[in-house]
């Protein structure tokens, strides 16, 4: 018996079916631009998780890169200036 079917049986009312599965992965997989301009119709529920965590990581970086300029465009720019860049953020 497989994991899926014994976890099943123990949820009850929480129970998922392969098709909600299939559905979310197909969310996902129109969510993420890579895989989006593929134009694959058919790609591994594993593959399209795995995309998803390396699209995660790659906003996370682009994130993390951006704060940092501009945390260093703040420091370089006059008071007045940096309050109102902080303030326009914080909107």
């Known amino acids: ?4 079917r014994s ?3 123990h949820s009850g009312s929480s129970r998922i079916t ?3 599965i299939n559905e979310l992965v197909s969310k996902l997989q129109q969510l993420l631009p890579e895989m989006n301009n ?3 119709d058919k790609r591994s529920a ?4 795995q995309e998803t965590c390396n699209y995660i990581r790659s906003l996370h970086r ?3 890169d951006l704060s940092e300029r501009l945390s260093e ?3 370089n720019t006059d008071t007045t ?3 109102l860049i902080r303030r326009l953020l914080t909107q």
């Open 73 to 75: 465009l703040l420091a």
């Open 1 to 4: 018996m497989s994991s899926r």
């Open 46 to 49: 594993a593959n399209v998780l």
């Open 38 to 40: 593929r134009r694959s």
């Open 81 to 83: 200036q940096a309050a």
């Open 18 to 20: 392969d098709d909600q």
């Open 7 to 9: 976890r099943s049986r």
């Open 62 to 64: 682009e994130v993390d």
